[in-house]
C-alpha cells in the first residue's frame, strides 16, 4: 500500500487554514488505501523561538487536535518528531545533499527571515532539508499540505534524485504532493492577499480551532469584505480575494465546490452570506472543539499515545535510516 506522510507543527494553536488545508484531508485519506503516518513537527517549530511550556503545551494541543478532526491513532500512526530521532540524523544527511542556492530560493524562508537574514536561525534556513527528511524516511510517495508547502515538496523530490544519482541507487522515491480540496490556500479574515496563519500578531486574523462558537460568529462578522453582493459566477470573484476566501472556506466546510456554493448564494450580500457560513462554522467546528478540551483533561494519556506512535513509526524509520549509512558508506551501518 501506498504511504502517506503529512506534519503540522505545534508552534501555536491549530488554525482554520491548518484544518482545511491539511488536517481534514489528512482524515480523509485515512482508510484502506493508504497506509496514513501523521507527525507534529516540534523540531520544525524551534526554527523560531518557542516557549519550552507552550511547546509541550500545543504539542500536547495538537495531538488532540489531530484525534478530535478523526485521526485513529490505531489506524494511523500519529507521533511527535522529536521522539524519532532518525528525522535529525537523515536531516544531517540531506544538509549534504542539498545546495545552499537551493534553500536561499525558498519563498517560506524569504518570508520568515524577512530582511535580516544574518540574524535567522540556521534551522530555519534548513527546514525544507529536515521536511524531506519527515517524509524520505518513510519513503511517503503522498504527501498531502497546502499550497504554500508546494515549493518545498518540489525540494524533497530534488534531494531524492540527488542522493539516488551520488550514490546511484535507487533508494528514495520521488514524492507526489496532494494538494486538494477548496481550501487549500485559506487567507487572513484581514487581509485577502496574506495566508490565514497562527503567528499572525492579529488573533481576528484567523479562526483557531479553539475559538468557540461566539468568537468565531464575531471573527467572521469582522471579517473583512468588499461592498458588492455575491456575483452569478465564480468569475465574478476574481480580484475580489476576501469574498472569493470566504467562499472557499465555505465550500471546503460543506464539502461542496465553491461554483456550487456561488450557485446557492448568488446575489446575497455579505450581512446575509456571513451568518450563514459562521453558523457552518460553529456546526463543524465545536465538536471538533469540545472533543480536544476533553482529550486535554488527561495529558498523560496523550504522551501514552505519542509514545506509542514513536514506536510504531521507529519500525519504519530505524531500517531505512541503516540502510541510507550503509548506502553512504559508514562504518557500523549494517
Ligand atoms: N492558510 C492556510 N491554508 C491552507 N493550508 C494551510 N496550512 C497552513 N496554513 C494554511 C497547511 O497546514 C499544514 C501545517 O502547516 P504548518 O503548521 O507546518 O506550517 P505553516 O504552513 O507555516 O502554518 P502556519 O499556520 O502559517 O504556522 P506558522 O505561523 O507557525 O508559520 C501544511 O500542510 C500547510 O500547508
Keep these: 500500500t501506498p504511504r502517506v506522510f503529512s506534519g503540522i507543527q505545534p508552534s501555536g494553536g491549530l488554525t482554520l487554514g491548518n484544518y482545511l488545508g491539511a488536517m481534514k484531508r489528512f482524515v ?13 513537527v516540534d523540531l520544525h517549530a524551534i526554527t523560531v523561538w518557542q516557549d519550552p511550556a507552550a511547546l509541550t503545551r500545543n504539542t500536547r494541543e495538537l495531538c488532540a487536535g489531530f484525534i478530535a478532526a478523526g485521526i485513529d491513532p490505531e489506524q494511523s500512526i500519529l507521533f511527535n518528531q522529536s521522539q524519532v530521532p532518525e528525522h535529525a540524523q537523515l536531516a544531517w544527511i540531506f544538509n549534504c545533499v542539498a545546495r545552499m542556492g537551493w534553500m536561499q530560493r525558498m519563498t517560506q524562508w524569504k518570508d520568515k527571515a524577512g530582511k535580516n537574514q544574518q540574524n535567522a536561525s540556521l534551522g530555519l534556513f534548513a527546514y525544507p ?61 484581514r487581509d485577502g492577499t496574506k495566508k490565514m ?41 476574481e ?12 465550500a ?8 456550487q456554493v456561488i450557485a446557492e448564494h448568488a446575489g446575497q450580500m455579505f450581512g446575509t452570506f456571513k451568518p450563514s ?37 521507529r519500525e519504519i524509520s530505524v531500517p531505512v535510516l541503516r540502510r541510507t549509512y550503509e548506502i553512504v558508506g559508514m562504518v557500523g551501518a549494517v
Design 197 to 237: 496563519s497562527k503567528s499572525d500578531p492579529s488573533d481576528m486574523s484567523r479562526i483557531n480551532m479553539t475559538d468557540d462558537a461566539d468568537t468565531i460568529a464575531l471573527k467572521i462578522r469582522k471579517a473583512r469584505t468588499d461592498p458588492d453582493p455575491l456575483p452569478e459566477t465564480l468569475e465574478g470573484l
Design 28 to 40: 480523509e485519506m485515512q482508510g484502506p488505501e493508504f497506509e496514513t503516518i501523521y507527525c507534529m
Design 239 to 250: 480580484d475580489r480575494p476576501e469574498a472569493r476566501n470566504l467562499v472557499n472556506i465555505y
Design 252 to 259: 471546503a466546510l460543506a464539502d461542496l465546490t465553491p461554483e
Design 277 to 313: 457560513l459562521a453558523d457552518l462554522a460553529v456546526a463543524k467546528l465545536s465538536p471538533i472543539s469540545t472533543e480536544m478540551a476533553r482529550l486535554m483533561d488527561d495529558p498523560a494519556e496523550i504522551d501514552r499515545i505519542l509514545a506509542r506512535g514513536a514506536e510504531r513509526a
Design 129 to 189: 532539508s529536515l521536511m524531506a527528511a519527515d517524509i524520505l524516511l518513510y519513503h511517503a510517495t503522498h504527501v498531502p499540505v497546502g499550497e504554500d508547502q508546494k515549493q518545498h515538496l518540489e525540494l524533497t523530490r530534488d534531494i531524492a534524485i540527488k542522493f539516488n544519482n551520488d550514490y546511484g541507487v535507487d533508494f528514495f522515491p520521488v514524492t507526489e504532493p496532494v494538494i486538494e480540496g477548496a481550501a487549500t490556500r485559506v487567507m487572513s479574515l
